[in-house]
């Protein structure tokens, strides 16, 4: 699957769980799959962050799942509203 098809499945994923149309365990149940089934480059940190992110919401204590504010803060940099940077340690 090429990187804008993962994209905007991810942001469309994010989007249902704000709004209310996804379930955390269903949602997470997705991420996981998909950070399963792909490998991921350096050039994909926002999209696998994002996942993990999503991935994060398997555990049905919400205080224990990501918060909405930083779901709402990765959708932002998926669209290109606002940026998104992250340092990478090479060892």
Same mark, same amino acid.
């Given at each position: 699957?090429k990187?804008?098809q *993962?994209? #905007? #499945? *991810? *942001? ?6 704000l709004?209310?149309? $996804?379930? #955390? #365990?269903d949602?997470a149940?997705?991420?996981i !799959?998909?950070?399963r !089934?792909r ?5 994909d940190v926002l ?5 993990? $992110?999503?991935?994060g ?5 919400e205080r224990?799942a ?5 779901l $709402? ?6 669209k ?7 340092? *990478?340690? !090479?060892?």
């Amino acid at each position: 699957m090429k990187r804008e098809q *993962i994209r #905007q #499945q *991810i *942001i469309n994923r994010i989007e249902d769980y704000l709004d209310g149309k $996804a379930g #955390q #365990q269903d949602t997470a149940a997705w991420a996981i !799959s998909k950070l399963r !089934s792909r490998v991921f480059t350096s050039d994909d940190v926002l999209l696998e962050d994002a996942l993990t $992110a999503l991935a994060g919401l398997h555990d049905e204590a919400e205080r224990f799942a990501t918060p909405k504010e930083d779901l $709402a803060t990765l959708l932002s940099a998926l669209k290109g509203l606002a940026p998104y940077s992250v340092t *990478i340690v !090479s060892t």
